[in-house]
């Protein structure tokens, strides 16, 4: 098949093991983002499967239609980004290892990385050592702080081990299932939501963006948090409501937040009002950035384009369209 893959802006994929799984197709690779669906279109003309580099590029209606060569897309997690209904009329399946076993140790590295930056003013303190200004502020030490976690998943779980290792109170927060499978474990969990933005000390979020999730994190609950908190997300932009955290900045409540995520990606202006923001810790969306996340979840991507090339496709999102 005519393998196209999106987005691997540094040209990491090729020199990665699961790359092999490929060497039966004819395969393109684009290292840049074309955000514009026609330039993108004409790019993928001869495609028979586009290969998604996670949430990077948008598959809409007006990009699906302009392809007619397109037979699959296949990519790993969640689906936000594409339009499921679209693929399904034009006869594209999506296949998607949304269930992959394992945590993702990368995102769960840089979580715990992005508190202890934030904490410790770490990007403050190198900016005014190579300034020549040496120290500028105080810190805070982690040992006997709380740890709030918002929602109870793998990668939250692994959070967990390594803030306890740091000597830190861990409670959580999620939905009702979550909670209650916390509790079974032993874990503690906060009596009330509200409790548990005013009392953690750090608050990571660790929730997978669905429509339920969307805007799950209000302006109300960063209101709770107090002016020497810090909020941390490393998973999605879109589970605080729009333009909730750069208020909350402003209000000093969180005191400081650390993201890896924005609502929109590559976010490229140093003067957006919240990347610029005094107390914003940001970094550009690598929490899964690393060779072996990445030979880690193209495997699993690569072995979807394998088995729809031999009949038997795997992790269908809408198998319906298979055969068509």
């Not at 699959?72 to 009329?89: E, F, K, M, N, Y």
């Not at 390594?162 to 509790?183: I, N």
Request: glycine letters at 8%.
């Amino acid at each position: 098949m005519k393998v196209h893959i999106l987005d691997d802006w540094f040209d990491t994929l090729r020199g990665l093991p699961c790359f092999d799984l490929l060497a039966d197709h004819d395969v393109t690779v684009w290292t840049d983002h074309e955000p514009d669906p026609a330039a993108l279109a004409a790019r993928l003309v001869d495609a028979d499967c586009v290969v998604l580099f996670r949430e990077r590029t948008r598959v809409t209606r007006d990009l699906v239609e302009r392809l007619p060569n397109l037979r699959l897309i296949s990519q790993r997690g969640v689906w936000p980004h594409v339009d499921v209904d679209a693929c399904t009329d034009a006869g594209v399946l999506l296949c998607s290892n949304k269930g992959a076993d394992g945590a993702n140790y990368a995102a769960a590295e840089l979580t715990f990385a992005l508190i202890l930056a934030a904490m410790r003013q770490l990007p403050q303190q190198m900016t005014s050592a190579k300034a020549g200004g040496w120290q500028m502020g105080v810190g805070r030490t982690l040992r006997g702080r709380t740890l709030g976690l918002y929602g109870y998943g793998r990668i939250g779980r692994v959070v967990a081990d390594y803030a306890r290792a740091f000597g830190m109170e861990v409670v959580w927060w999620a939905s009702e299932a979550g909670r209650a499978r916390a509790l079974a474990d032993g874990e503690t969990v906060a009596p009330s939501r509200a409790a548990f933005f005013a009392e953690s000390d750090v608050v990571s979020l660790h929730l997978r963006l669905t429509p339920e999730t969307r805007g799950i994190v209000t302006a109300d609950d960063l209101a709770n948090m107090g002016p020497k908190s810090v909020l941390v997300n490393t998973s999605r932009a879109g589970l605080i409501a729009p333009g909730a955290l750069l208020d909350g900045l402003n209000a000093d409540r969180p005191g400081m937040a650390a993201i890896d995520v924005f609502d929109s990606e590559p976010l490229r202006d140093p003067a957006d009002p919240l990347l610029a923001h005094p107390n914003l810790i940001a970094t550009p969306h690598i929490g899964f950035v690393t060779e072996d996340e990445f030979d880690k979840q193209f495997a699993d991507v690569f072995a979807q384009v394998n088995a729809y090339a031999e009949g038997a496709p795997i992790h269908m999102v809408n198998p319906a369209v298979y055969g068509q």
